[in-house]
């Protein structure tokens, strides 16, 4: 089994706020796989459902960002998954909002959901980090993470959920590069050049 972790605050007041990006990932998948609904279990939402043949829980803590790792260990404990398959979706200002990485082991870079995790359960586990820009001045983190997205960062943020859960296949059997490869490709594809060709006169001509 999978455990996929996606982290937020639980309200409507947060819902669209950059911290919730996490949320908004894993809602992503549970859509697009047709998961069983979300209920209410481990201090959490759970939905259950199965990708590339791989049994998946995807979890949303309830308990606020900053004791994530309290709903994570109660369900990692119950489905008794080893920290290593657990996979974590996360914001990071350290990226540029719509720059992704996935990331293994290491620390948690002072992220409050993070930081709960690693406290639960180590730092074994896998992260997505979804880029959502710095404000530039450290005292202003706080606040930029807890606003909500602009009406033209929201289009954006829907389009990289979207590549996303059309990726998560790659995360399901451990091809991190070919997720990240496939998620650039669908929002940056390639532009199809025409060839050129010469006429029976010897002009270039463009070909499709």
């Known amino acids: ?3 996929v972790v ?5 309200g409507s007041d947060y819902a669209r706020n950059r911290h919730n990006v996490g949320f908004m990932a894993v809602d992503g998948i549970v859509h697009r796989y047709r998961f069983s609904s979300f209920r209410g279990k481990f201090q959490g939402q759970i939905a259950e459902g199965e990708v590339a043949g791989r049994r998946i829980c995807v979890l949303k803590p309830m308990t606020f ?9 109660g369900a990692q404990r119950f489905f008794k998954v080893p920290p290593e398959n657990v996979l974590v979706f996360h914001d990071e200002i350290d990226l540029a909002r719509g720059k992704l990485r996935v990331k293994r082991d ?10 709960s995790i690693h406290a639960r359960i180590g730092p074994a586990y896998r992260r ?9 001045d450290k005292d202003r983190v706080a606040s ?27 995360l399901v059997v451990d091809d991190d590069a070919g997720f990240m490869t496939r998620v650039s490709l669908i929002l940056n594809p390639p532009v199809h ?16």
């Open 1 to 3: 089994m999978l455990l």
């Open 6 to 10: 996606g982290l937020g605050n639980p």
């Open 106 to 115: 290491g620390g948690h870079a002072g992220h409050n959901g993070l930081r």
């Open 128 to 136: 997505v980090r979804i880029g959502v820009g710095h404000p530039g």
């Open 193 to 208: 050049k025409p060839r050129k060709e010469a006429d029976d006169n010897g002009n270039s001509q463009e070909r499709e």
């Open 65 to 73: 960002m900053n004791r994530s790792g309290d709903s994570v260990l």
């Open 144 to 170: 930029h993470v807890l606003k909500d997205f602009s009406k033209a960062e929201a289009g954006e943020v829907e389009r990289m959920v979207e590549a996303m859960a059309e990726a998560f296949p790659f």
